[in-house]
């Protein structure tokens, strides 16, 4: 039996800076490991069962496809049954089936005596997810290219307030938009994506907008993070964190999360009762 966490992420910046000729964006962006986590469950079994506390079909988990890309490269064969406790908000721009993803590939490197540093990262990055590699290292830093290409370690020793909205955002409509502006330099306080975001998204944009008319300061502290609809500020005010808190009802979640250096999956795994 085996009990492993998977991350949370924000992208503090993130900036588009070009296009490849498959039409996939290239970014240069920062990705902040924090602390809210996703739980798996592990065990082998006579057959793989995957249980999840959110509606999420069987035949659709990232678990399954990453299972099925790593047996394919490796010529492995698998069982397990898994229970996966989602704490991630699905749709949220936190990458949680990423975190997911990488977890899964970390533990199954693990459990077949291979270093998870002989994956193809620009494979994983096309097959599974963007944010697929980045969790693999499982090292707060910069990234470029589409997500595979893994830079300078980098961690902001902060706090940070998560807003996340009781709505999900398609990623693939954001960056099919066509409304991306591509960046020539580096702007670290810049999310491309936003604007994209307000303009295809009502719910979004009015999400945006009532946070603003509940508070005016807000406009120059809340950022968006990732492709999704959350939204942070770092290192808030007891008063922000208290007021969020009051304000959000039934009209988002928040999450006050501290930011990671680094995160090692091997260290948090262990016999854990089913």
């Not at 994956?119 to 997810?129: F, P, R, S, T």
């Not at 969790?135 to 470029?144: A, I, L």
């Not at 942070?232 to 808190?245: C, D, G, H, M, Q």
Request: with cysteine; hydrophobic share 40%.
């Amino acid at each position: 039996m085996y009990r492993l966490l998977s991350p949370a992420k924000i992208n503090t910046f993130l900036n588009v800076i070009g296009k490849t000729k498959d039409g996939y964006h290239i970014i240069d962006s920062h990705l902040q490991l924090v602390s809210l986590f996703d739980e798996f469950l592990i065990k082998e079994a006579k057959n793989t069962i995957i249980k999840c506390n959110t509606n999420i079909a069987q035949d659709q988990n990232i678990i399954f496809r990453t299972m099925s890309w790593f047996e394919k490269r490796y010529k492995k064969r698998h069982k397990f049954q898994i229970k996966l406790t989602k704490n991630i908000p699905i749709g949220s721009g936190l990458g949680g089936g990423s975190s997911n993803a990488a977890t899964m590939l970390n533990f199954l490197c693990h459990y077949n005596g291979i270093s998870n540093k002989h994956l193809d990262y620009k494979d994983l990055a096309i097959e599974i997810g963007a944010d697929v590699p980045f969790f693999v290292n499982s090292r707060s830093c910069y990234v470029g290219g589409i997500g595979e290409i893994i830079l300078k370690e980098k961690s902001r020793n902060s706090n940070f307030l998560l807003i996340v909205p009781n709505f999900e955002v398609s990623t693939k409509k954001v960056f099919q938009s066509n409304l991306i502006k591509i960046e020539n330099k580096r702007r670290e306080e810049l999310n491309s994506l936003f604007t994209p975001l307000i303009k295809i998204s009502d719910k979004f944009s009015k999400f945006y907008n009532d946070l603003i008319s509940l508070e005016p300061i807000f406009k120059d502290k809340l950022k968006l993070s990732g492709s999704g609809g959350s939204l942070f500020i770092e290192n808030p005010t007891k008063k922000e964190v208290a007021f969020l808190e009051k304000e959000k009802a039934q009209k988002f979640r928040v999450f006050l999360v501290e930011g990671l250096k680094y995160y090692h999956f091997k260290e948090d795994w262990g016999v854990a009762k089913w």
